[in-house]
Nanobody, 127 residues
Framework: QVQLVESGGGSVQEGGSLRLACAWS????????MAWFRQAPGKEREFVSA????????YYTDSVKGRFTISRDRAKNTVYLQMNNLQPEDTALYYC????????????????????WGQGTQVTVSS
């Protein structure tokens, strides 16, 4: 059994920063990629960022490039999402997810292929 628990959400002003954390417990997630998705009210869950097991490769959706940074600490079984220069459109429930790597150029974006999910942490950005 694998459990993912997110933390670090909150309310900030436009231009502010937050760091989300996702801690996993249970069996080891060797070779698993970790990702962050988000879902705003009335919208579909969308990909935000992902990092491979080795941390060599990271992926970002265009709207967060240059503002968000994903990292993982395998010793602590934790993945982080540093979010800077937050904008009101970043307001959403942020989810952590894990899966084994897929094939093709956009495997990391497919939310339906992720095996494990956290419960989410709310991020609210006010203008």
């Amino acid at each position: 059994q694998v459990q993912l628990v997110e933390s670090g959400g909150g309310s900030v002003q436009e231009g502010g920063s937050l760091r989300l954390a996702c801690a996993w417990s249970g069996r080891a997630l060797s070779n698993y990629a970790m990702a962050w998705f988000r879902q705003a009210p009335g919208k579909e869950r969308e990909f935000v960022s992902a990092v491979t097991w080795s941390s060599v490769t990271t992926y970002y959706t265009d709207s967060v490039k240059g503002r968000f940074t994903i990292s993982r600490d395998r010793a602590k079984n934790t993945v982080y999402l540093q979010m800077n220069n937050l904008q009101p459109e970043d307001t959403a429930l942020y989810y952590c997810a894990a899966r084994t790597p897929g094939f093709g150029s956009t495997w990391y974006k497919n939310k339906n292929q992720y095996d494990y999910w956290g419960q989410g942490t709310q991020v609210t950005v006010s203008s």
